[in-house]
């Protein structure tokens, strides 16, 4: 998975809870993007940063912060989990030149019950 | 409202079969149009892309058809196996944003 890793891979909470999300990157790539999957909908973009503390809203972002602190790393927060939030979510990165050619981690299946 | 309507949902085809995916777009902005590869438990991976000056592009058994005045782009998959059994999904970028409009996936299951 091009040299990334997403944590917990699997996650349960309450609704209410606040939960974070992890993604870290090796490959030193500007661009990290994240996308939450659901059936009929494909992939949809939440969030996305473009550098160290540059990030931007995505289509569906309601119920949802992002932070970059460093290069590596790009924390997806959901600061009041609802039900509506259980989804696998990806975290993707992309390089500077070539910004299509996006490399998705495994993934986070994350249940709010 | 998605960007990018992808059909069918949902396709089988016999080995060796060619099954076809159909991705339609709006916006005219938009000038590069990839296709994710995706199987059960991983996370989508770049399988093929195309630009809109070119109307076909070949890598391997993968290929991509564009119809600019049509706005469709289309993904066939020559002499399919099973393995190729995945969820498919096109896409669409524009220059100088960074992002991608994904449709809503296609997963294909070869039979043997």
């Known amino acids: 998975d091009a040299g990334i890793t997403q944590s917990p891979r699997h996650k349960v909470t309450e609704t209410g809870t606040p939960v974070t999300l992890r993604c870290h990157q090796t490959?030193?790539?500007?661009?990290m993007y994240w996308y939450r999957q659901d059936p009929g909908h494909g992939l949809r973009l939440i969030h996305y940063?473009?550098?160290?503390?540059?990030?931007d809203k995505g289509e569906v972002s309601d119920g949802y912060s992002v932070s970059r602190s460093k290069t590596e790393d790009f924390l997806l927060t959901l600061e009041s989990a609802t039900s509506s939030q259980t989804s696998v979510y990806f975290c993707?990165?992309?390089?500077?030149?070539?910004?299509?050619?996006?490399?998705f981690g495994p993934g986070t299946r994350l249940t709010v019950t | 409202q998605q960007q990018v309507k992808q059909s069918p949902q949902s396709l089988i085809v016999q080995k060796g079969g060619i099954p076809i995916i159909n991705c339609a777009y709006e916006?005219?902005?938009?000038?590069?149009f990839p296709w994710y590869q995706q199987f059960p438990g991983k996370g989508p991976a770049l399988l093929i892309a195309?630009?809109?000056?070119?109307s076909e592009k070949k890598e391997g058994r993968f290929t991509i058809s564009f119809n600019k005045s049509a706005k469709q782009f289309s993904l066939h998959i020559m002499d399919s196996q099973p393995g190729d059994s995945a969820t498919y999904f096109c896409?669409?970028?524009?220059?100088?944003?960074?992002?991608?409009?994904f449709g809503a996936g296609t997963t294909v299951t070869v039979r043997a």
């Open positions: 896409a669409a970028g524009r220059s100088n944003d960074y992002k991608l409009s």
């Open positions: 940063s473009y550098g160290v503390k540059d990030t």
């Open positions: 195309i630009r809109p000056d070119v």
């Open positions: 490959e030193n790539h500007r661009y």
């Open positions: 916006n005219t902005a938009f000038d590069y």
């Open positions: 993707a990165i992309s390089e500077s030149g070539f910004p299509y050619e996006q490399y």
